[in-house]
């Protein structure tokens, strides 16, 4: 599925309520990233730590803000390839990133701590991944959940506050499945 097609399936504000504004892409400039105390993503490298790693060449992606009793982001990551490269990817880079239990990235001069926990994903789909992440800076945490789901040839990643993913990760299931 090309990537105009995938773009179509992203949730929007329609789906997702009037307290949800999207937000701007930003560009994706991670080439001084370096991960230190998780070997296994040491060796796929600092993109693997930032989630840009994933080198599927036909995606779609968007990002939302939450005012609706705090402000919380949201984003929503659709990729389209075989089932076995959308597997593999999306394992490799889970496998990595939960294979220790705390590492960290750097960039430039901020160094920031991530905790990972396996959590329980939904079953729905073909094949699921989710996962918590704690990231530390400076004594100041926040909450990350990480779900993924691949529904045939399309992977769809929900990540954010976890409340808000759990609250949202059918809607893009749904939205993505009606259109296969």
Request: hydrophobic share 40%.
């Amino acid at each position: 599925m090309p990537s105009t097609a995938l773009a179509k399936l992203l949730l929007d504000e329609s789906d997702l309520g009037g307290d949800y504004t999207r937000m701007p892409q930003r560009a994706a400039a991670h080439d001084d990233v370096t991960v230190n105390g998780c070997p296994a993503l040491e060796k796929l490298g600092g993109n693997a730590a930032t989630g840009t790693s994933l080198a599927f060449p036909r995606k779609a992606k968007a990002s939302f803000t939450y005012a609706g009793g705090g402000n919380s982001e949201l984003a929503e990551e659709l990729y389209s390839d075989t089932a076995t490269k959308l597997s593999k990817g999306i394992g490799k880079i889970f496998d990595a990133m939960v294979s220790c239990p705390t590492y960290q990235v750097v960039s430039g001069n901020t160094v920031v701590i991530v905790g990972t926990q396996v959590t329980p994903a939904p079953d729905l789909g073909d094949e699921q991944w989710s996962q918590l992440l704690t990231y530390s800076i400076g004594g100041q945490r926040s909450v990350v959940k990480q779900t993924a789901i691949r529904i045939g040839n399309v992977l769809v990643l929900v990540s954010g506050a976890p409340g808000l993913v759990d609250a949202n990760l059918e809607k893009a299931l749904d939205k993505a499945e009606a259109a296969l």
